[in-house]
Every structure is written in C-alpha cells, then in structure tokens.
C-alpha cells in the first residue's frame, strides 16, 4: 500500500534554532501533502496543505513565516519550524491522499528546551 | 464549515462487552468518513472508511461502522471489547473535493479487564 516516511521520528532542539520534518511517498506520487499539528491528547489540527511545485495554503492562525512549507518534488514535502520555541513543542503529522484514502506519516514529536 | 464532533471525550467499558464510539459530522456533499486510532507518541491506524455503498461498513480487527445519512453519524461499534483496544480513537471526514480530512477531538476508549 501507499506509504509516507516521516522523519525524524522525535527531535529535541534549542530555542532560536530550526528544525526541518520531512515526509516521503515512498511507492506513490504525492500531488498534495497535508500537514497537521497535534497537542497531548487533542485532536489533529490542520496547518496548512502544500501542493507540488506550488505554495502552501495555510488554515487561519499559522504563521507561514514560522511554519516553512516546501513541496518541491511528487515525493518530498518538508515542513520547518523557524526559530523554534518551546510552544511549538507539539507533535506534527504529515497525510497524503491516495484514491478515496489517505496515508499518514507516523509522526514527529517535537521538543524545544 | 465542515465539522465532526465526538461527543465523549471518554469510552470506558469491561472486556468482552460490546463498545461504541460516537460520531457525527457536517460535510457538504456526499461525505468520506473514516475512523482511526492512535497509539501514545504514534501516527494514525486506519480501521475503516465510508465512502459509499452498504451503510454497515467493516474494517480491521474486528470494527465496524454504520452510516447513517438522516442523522449524520457514523458510530464506531465493536462486539466484544477487548483491553488492547484501549486507545484514542478518531473520527474524520472530507467531502469529495479531495480536500483534507476534518477530524474529531478523539475520544480515549478505556477497556478494563
């Protein structure tokens, strides 16, 4: 089946630094990646969606500055957070649609001391 | 705008008796609805899905699902509980435009022995 490699898997990193995510379609071509924040025990929440070869469309209240979307290939979509801080501390999940299903990355844990 | 709701944020029942999870959603057009569940610190496990076709849908380890167009829910419901299935569980829709999945807030199923 349809797989997206995430990775890394956890980081931990310094305030003011940046930290790239990144998801791979492993057997298929990944036209639109969606990218989802998810807070301890809470629900996914959408950040933004990136489309190959084109911007990033943001949901209402993500800093596009911040959140650093790239969706250059059919296979890789990144997702950098810029000068991290620690309530960007969070778990990030990346999804790609596959026919009348999606896939999903197995996620990033975040931590920023 | 597009929503789902659970309205339990908690499930708790004993092993071997029979467990439901509530879902309604609000999707314009014809909805895609899916259920997930997620492990401490992990991505997201498909059970099943509903995009169309019989309204009683059956997914994986022994889950299904029923749809039901006039009340515009989609319940999780399994027969016999077992405490493995302790997790949080996850209700999402999109409609047919191929946008992102909408989800729920989760609701954490809790079997006890």
């Known amino acids: 089946g349809a797989v997206v490699s995430q990775h890394p898997s956890w980081v931990i990193c310094k305030s003011g630094t940046s930290v790239k995510i990144e998801c791979r379609s492993l057997?298929?071509?990944?036209?639109?990646m969606f990218w989802y924040r998810q807070f301890p025990k809470q629900s996914l929440m959408l950040m933004a969606t990136s489309n190959e070869g084109s911007k990033a469309t943001y949901e209402q209240g993500v800093e596009k500055d911040k959140f650093l979307i790239n969706h250059a290939s059919l296979t890789l979509s990144t997702l950098t957070v810029t000068s991290a801080h620690p309530e960007d501390s969070s778990f990030y999940i990346c999804?790609?649609?596959?026919?009348?299903?999606?896939?999903f990355g197995s996620g990033t844990r975040l931590t920023v001391v | 705008a597009q929503s789902v709701a659970q309205p339990e944020d908690q499930v708790n029942v004993a092993e071997g008796n029979p467990l439901t999870v509530k879902c309604t959603y609000s999707v314009s057009g014809n909805p895609y609805l899916f259920w997930y569940v997620q492990y401490p610190n992990r991505g997201l496990q498909f059970l099943l899905k509903?995009?169309?076709?019989?309204?009683l849908v059956k997914g994986s380890y022994g889950f299904e699902a029923e749809f039901n167009k006039s009340q515009t829910s989609f319940h999780l419901k399994k027969p016999s509980a077992l405490v493995s299935d302790s997790a949080l569980y996850f209700c999402?829709?999109?409609?047919?435009?191929?946008?992102?999945?909408?989800f729920g807030k989760g609701t954490t199923l809790s079997v006890s022995s």
């Open positions: 509903y995009i169309t076709g019989d309204n």
């Open positions: 999402a829709a999109s409609n047919q435009a191929g946008t992102a999945l909408i």
């Open positions: 999804s790609a649609r596959v026919g009348h299903g999606y896939t």
């Open positions: 057997d298929f071509q990944a036209t639109t």
